[in-house]
């Protein structure tokens, strides 16, 4: 059983629950055990890009430094953690004179520089267990349904420092959705902004944004949209006006490993 | 034209405002384009000029989604988010300007609205 | 050189380039403006076969700290075949050159083409820094030859 | 002792702008034996010239060292101002100080310490330089042309009208490049084919023209006037002597899905095909990864109907080699791929074609028979948006960063097209500048504006979102109304950046020349030299140079043709003296530098040598033949004697400019 650190973030342990329990019973179920650091400290939810940010870097370099400490590479589920994370470790590792702040202020045991390897779930998915592997271990697959993958902004941008998949043209969904027997729905708006962000102060804007995903994965003939991050799926259940359902990827994932029922008793 | 602020902004935020040839493909892409007064290609242009106050003092910088569209998709790599950030900063780092407070909190919250929005939100607007 | 105790150590490097690939190659990282240390300095070769294993000990001998052979890509010599000996005749001066404790990083042989300008400024930078970090060259430096 | 002169040289500023070349030339003044060290703004001009003439006249000077630019660029220059005054050519050296210093360091004082240095090298070995002759080597009377498009043909034609064999090697079944898929021309609007396939007719039936069609080639060796080339020819499993060309074999083959590449996969081909009816050999090509027979053995239909028995399913790929003077490159180039831009949904959308795409709709010839439909469903598209500079003009981590500069007007041609044809079609142009400079350009593009009202817009697309009715949604920006668009479009065509072909960069290692970083080939001079590579008896043509247009390609390739045959004109070229030669007084008849020479151009023979004791002996000892030899070097490092050395670099010419550096 191979081990790795897993970081949930603020949201997961609250109004994002169904994203980490069925993310831990799968990996569980796939033969990959996930351990979570001690005292571990939120995100922060954005990542500051400014170059004279220094303060508001550190949880996050905590957290791979956590990790690197217990010798494994950290994963991560929520778009928002894997976003701040990825980028935080992308400019550790390329920007000296940040690294050197930072490390400066954490006064670590020994400075970080960017050691850890971060994995998105999805990642973990591809990279280490592998979709050939997952598919073999599938017990109900989606057969027949139209799934349609809902990347956001957060996953695949700045493509420099996720790393993930083309932020153009990505698979990675859509390579899982076909793994647990379902069909993929490519549509355009998968990787355009919800406008999650936006909704707390303008509900007219989030509801465009939104409106203009689900209606596009709709025209595309989707039966349902799943997505990895917690504010897109508020945003696009809450105020897209779309009777499409939304769901965590995890949760499919659980529900075609034969983890679900298990889950919910 | 504001030569001490538009330093500011092409330090803090680390781009270079002359790799711009002016395409208006970040403005094509944004999606709170039609939110904003100033739009992206817009913010690069001015911050190019050193026109930041009216900037400074525009609503847009609380419309931009930090999505990176324009960032990802523009041809120069001149990267206008992040000029957005650094005039949004350095807006809200000015003593009394925070954009967001918490008395204003409990009137924008429902019972599924996540946490993550109230923590980005707060990092983004407050200093 | 004279190694300046308050000066940051600048070595001598000697790059022979042959005619066809290297020294093109030489020429075109000037054309595209790509920057390279001063340190080293090209002698022009027909070819890097051209290059005697004699030639690389006396620029030692000389005060060289550094010595790069540059030559075309295995299969594209200009004389068909003359990198090729150029590279088993370094492997072997290489077994001497351990044999007398000189660190193998003073010497390279690279492959540069004519089109890869920016190859040969990149292959230069790295040079020049890693025979930095080595230091001057002392074991077969002949005192006898350092200009006062 | 030589009496040396040493000339600065400034390049206008290019030298003196870093270098301090009257230290430079101060300091040399100081070597032993320099008599004369002198600056000037232009070693090259004419005055330049003269000072150096002037110099050898009056000094009496026995060496001269230039400190200029790269003997690739001006030795000849100096070694026949130097022959002028009365002095041995060879007398010559040169110190690069513009290429390898002065254009490369920021700081004056290390680089003018630098460039002393380089001088100081090249004076060194001018002590030691002896006056060498050169001798003469024929001219192969024959060309290679490689490429077959436009500017392959064209040089061909020219080379040929001249009165010498011309070889045009094309990689594919057929010549005429991407001008065949063209269908009109700019700023014309006549028809390509009936400009283009008159001169593929021309090319295969003169008979000084020989076409290797479907072959690449393989290896080159050699020199100016006499470079040895492999051509591989592809096997094509259909015998191109018997084969008439009629056609019968590409009706009857079944396998008949095969992406019909001349019609950018927008229609099917057979797995045997001719591209397409004017192709130039008319000979059938089968393709094996589609073709059963060739797969498992199972069809042969082809071989049944073939009249003449030209099929062929044995045939293997085929090496021939020949001799030419001259080759001249026409690689010609490619539209990128567009996957790293799909917020245009290329991928996504049928009906988001490139601008090579819409030639091929829009072509008579092509898959709709020359009328507009949508590849999707096959019907009229009613609002067409036409994107400019997809991945031209691009930060290089986002694209190509040059213009590609044919797009803009290609464009204008493409609207102007649709709007005469279909006047209910409305075209929107997105463009970020419109760049027109040629006889008759800009005129053209105004009057898609103004006559044929074509929306140009200045903004770019920044997403497009096809619908499930078929529509397609461009999200754009038009900066000088300052909004951002919603077009509801039809079809979405991409001015994709064009790219030199890949197989430029492998030609170009076998031909030792030099490419840029975007792999277009380096000219010997960007202005006075634009289509002579900077390797000796290499030439350009067209676009493999860099972005063209048909009439830049034809004239380039005519230029590319009359430096080709200037070459060939001549029956002898001076060939370089700079050859080994063995010291028979120190040869111990080893055999060691025999065994390298990859020219065997050593050979042994027996001498008689007064021996000392005043008795006689005879000797076995190397002899160089000068002729053969092309001064490579690799004997005289073999030699354990030291009895082979190379004129022009020798043993302790190379080692006083060691010794020059080190000090």
């Known amino acids: 059983m191979e081990t790795f650190t897993y970081y949930p973030g603020c949201t997961l342990r609250t109004k994002a629950k169904d994203l980490d329990t069925y993310a831990r019973s799968s990996a569980e179920a796939l033969g990959i055990s996930l351990v979570e650091p001690a005292d571990w400290q939120c995100c922060g939810g954005a990542y500051t890009t400014a170059k004279d940010e220094i303060a508001t870097k550190l949880s996050a370099v905590r957290t791979l430094n956590a990790a690197k400490e217990s010798g494994t590479a950290l994963v991560t589920v929520c778009s928002a953690c894997h976003n701040v994370i990825k980028q935080t470790n992308y400019d550790i590792s390329n920007n000296d004179d940040m690294a050197m702040k930072v490390n400066n202020y954490l006064k670590l045991s020994e400075p970080y520089s960017g050691e850890t390897t971060v994995y998105h779930y999805l990642e973990l998915l591809r990279d280490v267990v592998g979709f050939d592997k997952l598919k073999e271990k599938v017990v109900n697959p989606f057969k027949g349904k139209k799934i349609a993958a809902y990347y956001g902004c957060l996953l695949l941008r700045p493509s420099k420092a996720l790393a993930m998949d083309d932020p153009e043209n990505p698979t990675i969904m859509e390579d899982f959705i076909k793994a647990i027997g379902g069909t993929p729905v490519i549509y355009a708006q998968r990787n355009e902004c919800c406008g999650g962000y936006i909704t707390m102060e303008d509900k007219a804007q989030a509801a465009k944004r939104s409106g203009a995903v689900m209606d596009s994965a709709k025209d595309q003939g989707a039966d349902m949209v799943i997505t990895a991050c917690p504010l897109c799926l508020y945003n696009l259940r809450k105020n897209s006006g779309s009777d499409l359902p939304v769901y965590y990827f995890t949760e499919l994932l659980a529900e075609a490993l034969g983890l679900k029922e298990a889950n919910n008793e | 034209m504001n030569k001490n602020l538009q330093e500011q902004i092409i330090r803090s935020s680390g781009v270079n405002v002359l790799k711009c040839m002016r395409c208006g493909k970040c403005s094509g892409t944004c999606p709170s384009y039609g939110e904003m007064e100033y739009h992206p290609h817009q913010f690069v242009y001015m911050v190019e000029r050193g026109e930041i106050e009216p900037l400074l003092k525009s609503e847009s910088l609380y419309k931009c989604l930090t999505c990176f569209a324009c960032v990802e998709r523009c041809p120069r790599n001149v990267e206008p988010a992040k000029v957005v950030e650094a005039v949004r900063l350095a807006a809200v780092r000015q003593q009394g300007n925070n954009h967001l407070t918490p008395a204003q909190i409990p009137d924008m919250l429902d019972d599924d609205l996540p946490q993550q929005a109230i923590v980005t939100a707060f990092r983004k607007y407050t200093k | 050189m004279q190694v300046n105790e308050n000066k940051e150590f600048e070595p001598v490097i000697v790059a022979f380039c042959c005619n066809w690939c290297s020294y093109a190659g030489a020429d075109l990282s000037g054309t595209n403006r790509l920057n390279y240390p001063t340190n080293v300095k090209i002698i022009r070769v027909p070819c890097s076969c051209r290059v005697n294993p004699m030639f690389i000990l006396r620029a030692f001998q000389r005060g060289a700290d550094g010595v ?77 030859c350092r200009k006062q | 002792m030589q009496r040396i002169g040493v000339f600065v040289c400034h390049c206008g500023t290019n030298i003196a702008a870093t270098v301090d070349v009257k230290a430079v030339a101060e300091a040399l003044g100081h070597e032993p034996g320099v008599v004369i060290s002198q600056d000037y703004q232009y070693m090259c001009s004419e005055s330049g010239q003269n000072l150096v003439k002037n110099s050898i006249k009056e000094h009496n000077l026995t060496g001269v060292v230039v400190c200029s630019c790269s003997p690739r660029m001006h030795e000849n220059t100096f070694r026949k101002a130097a022959a002028a005054a009365g002095l041995n050519s060879y ?3 040169i110190a690069n100080i513009r290429e390898q210093c002065s254009w490369i360091h920021k700081d004056i004082a290390t680089a003018t310490e630098k460039a002393i240095i380089l001088g100081k090298a090249a004076v060194a070995k001018v002590h030691l330089n002896a006056p060498l002759t050169a001798g003469e080597s024929p001219v192969v009377k024959r060309a290679l042309v490689i490429g077959g498009g436009i500017a392959g043909i064209q040089t061909a034609l020219d080379i040929a009208e001249a009165g010498f064999d011309v ?50 080639v393989a290896d080159v060796k050699g020199f100016v006037g006499n470079f040895t080339v492999k051509i591989k020819k592809k096997a ?16 009857k083959c079944p396998m008949k899905k095969v992406p019909n590449e001349f019609n950018m996969g927008l229609d099917n081909r057979t797995a045997i095909y001719i591209p397409f009816a004017q192709a130039v050999p008319k000979v059938a090509t089968i393709d094996p990864n589609y073709c059963m027979m060739l ?56 009906d988001v074609v490139t601008s090579l795409e819409l030639e091929r709709l829009m072509n008579a010839a092509g898959p709709n028979g020359g009328t507009l439909l949508r590849p999707s469903d096959k019907t009229h598209p009613h609002t067409i948006v036409f994107v400019q500079c997809v991945g031209s003009r691009c930060d290089d981590s986002k694209g190509k960063p040059y213009c590609s500069k ?10 102007m097209l649709i709007r005469e044809k279909y006047p209910d079609t409305e075209v929107y142009v997105f463009y970020i500048d419109v760049r027109t400079p040629g006889k008759n350009f800009d005129e053209f593009y105004r009057r898609a504006v103004e006559q044929y009202n074509v929306h140009y817009i200045k903004g770019m697309v920044g997403k497009v979102t096809p619908k499930s009715d078929g529509k397609i949604d461009v999200q754009a920006s038009d900066l000088l109304a300052n909004e951002q668009l919603h077009i509801n479009a039809d079809m979405v065509v991409l001015a994709a950046a064009i790219e030199p072909d890949k197989t430029a960069r492998p030609l170009a290692t076998m031909l030792t020349t030099q490419m840029d970083t975007n792999d277009f080939f380096t000219e010997a001079h960007p202005k006075l030299r634009p289509v002579e590579s900077a390797t000796a008896g290499i030439f350009l043509s067209g676009a493999c140079q860099g972005p063209k247009d048909i009439p830049e390609t034809v004239a380039q390739a005519s230029a590319a043709a009359a430096k080709a045959i200037g070459l060939l004109c001549k029956n002898s070229i001076t060939c370089n003296p700079c050859v080994a030669h063995s010291n028979e007084l120190m040869c111990n008849g080893c055999s060691s530098c025999e065994k390298v020479c990859p020219y065997g151009a050593i050979t042994y023979v027996d001498k008689e040598f007064r021996m000392p004791d005043r008795t006689t002996a005879i000797r076995r000892v190397a002899s160089v033949n000068p002729a053969v030899c092309q001064g490579c070097g690799a004997c005289t490092v073999a030699c354990p004697s030291g009895a082979m050395d190379l004129n022009g670099f020798s043993n302790s010419q190379i080692m006083a400019e060691v010794d020059a550096i080190c000090k």
């Open chain 4, 295 to 350: 797969k498992n053995g199972k069809c042969g239909v082809c071989s049944k109907v073939c009249s003449v028995g030209a099929i062929d399913y044995k045939q293997e790929d085929r090496i021939i080699e020949e001799k030419y003077g001259a080759i001249i490159v026409a690689t010609g180039f490619n539209p990128i791929k567009l996957d790293k831009y799909d917020e245009f949904a290329y991928n996504q959308c049928a």
């Open chain 4, 236 to 251: 094509r499993f259909v015998d191109e002597t018997k084969c008439t060309g009629c056609g019968l074999c590409t009706e």
């Open chain 3, 68 to 144: 790069i052979i540059c030559g075309c890509h295995p299969g594209d010599c200009h004389y068909t075949s003359g990198n090729y000996y150029a590279r088993r005749r370094i492997t072997l001066l290489y077994s001497m050159l351990d044999y007398l404790g000189i660190e193998r990083n003073r010497t390279r042989l690279e492959w540069v083409s004519a089109a890869e300008g920016a190859k040969f400024a990149e292959t230069m930078q790295k040079f020049t820094a890693d025979v930095k970090k080595l230091g001057p060259n002392r074991r077969l430096e002949d005192l006898r």
């Open chain 4, 406 to 415: 044919i797009c803009c007007m290609y464009t204008a041609k493409h609207a």
């Open chain 4, 167 to 216: 070889d045009i090697v094309e990689k594919n079944p057929t010549i005429g490049g991407k001008m065949a898929q063209i269908d009109k021309t700019f700023p014309t609007l006549d028809c390509a084919a009936c400009i283009l396939t008159p001169k593929m007719v021309e090319a295969s039936q003169n008979e000084k023209i020989h076409i290797h069609s479907f072959s690449e």
């Open chain 4, 91 to 93: 007398m010559v050296e």
